[in-house]
């Protein structure tokens, strides 16, 4: 009756034993996928984000009475540049002069968007909405568009023009060092449609004091000579004020 109840005994135990060696395998399979999965997710790093481009642009620049007033007359008339294949993408206000405004618009067709600033409606429109002054339109198609999300609203534009892109652009690019370090990030690089002998850069600011130094040094002078730039350029200073 000892030896059944002895031999009961370690029945029962192995029996437990097995179980409990079952279930701390299982465990250890379940901790083991876990611990791969996470690897794996771990190891995958999201993709930078790249520029883009090219892309064609129609920029506005022209001087307002007051602006709060004139915003809601423009947004009232997207549906007129939506038909003439203009989208909304930038509006910028000048930062020397805050009613001086820099309209960036994507352009599906340069031919379309020339026959609306040139119409007769156009010119009514503009002064109904305070705008004084003269309107200089520009028909861009930039080769590069960095879309990256950057904190810094500050911008700078930099008209000019070059005796052959492919030597200028050569030697822009061989610079970016010297702009990063000048407080100039990169942003656009464009010329007019047409004709890349003018030239129209933006950058982000993230360092006006260097920036400005930079804009007017003998070295950036200097520099532009080298690259066959021709006359002086024109800079204009903005800040983002609405994106779309």
Not at 194 to 199: A, E, I, P, R, S
């Amino acid at each position: 009756m000892k030896q059944l109840r002895f031999f009961a005994t370690i029945s029962v135990a192995a029996a437990a034993l097995f179980i409990s060696s079952c279930n701390s395998d299982e465990g250890k399979k379940a901790g083991d996928k876990m611990a791969d999965s996470t690897a794996v997710k771990t190891e995958t790093p999201a993709p930078a984000p790249m520029p883009s481009g090219p892309m064609m642009v129609m920029t506005i620049k022209h001087k307002v009475t007051n602006y709060a007033k004139w915003k809601p007359f423009y947004d009232g008339h997207d549906s007129i540049r939506q038909a003439n294949g203009l989208h909304n993408y930038v509006i910028a206000r000048g930062t020397q002069d805050s009613n001086m405004l820099l309209i960036a618009l994507k352009m599906d067709d340069v031919e379309k968007a020339k026959a609306m600033t040139a119409s007769k409606e156009m010119k009514e429109r503009m002064q109904k909405a305070g705008v004084t002054g003269p309107t200089t339109f520009d028909y861009l198609e930039s080769v590069m568009n960095d879309t990256t999300n950057i904190m810094q609203t500050e911008r700078v534009m930099v008209t000019s023009k070059v005796k052959d892109w492919d030597a200028w652009k050569k030697s822009f690019d061989s610079h970016k060092q010297v702009r990063l370090d000048s407080g100039l990030i990169d942003r656009v690089i464009a010329h007019t449609v047409g004709d890349n002998h003018l030239v129209t850069l933006v950058f982000a600011i993230t360092d006006i004091k260097k920036a400005k130094a930079f804009m007017n040094s003998k070295d950036l002078k200097d520099r532009m000579a080298e690259a066959g730039v021709v006359g002086p350029p024109t800079f204009f200073y903005y800040k983002i004020v609405a994106t779309y």
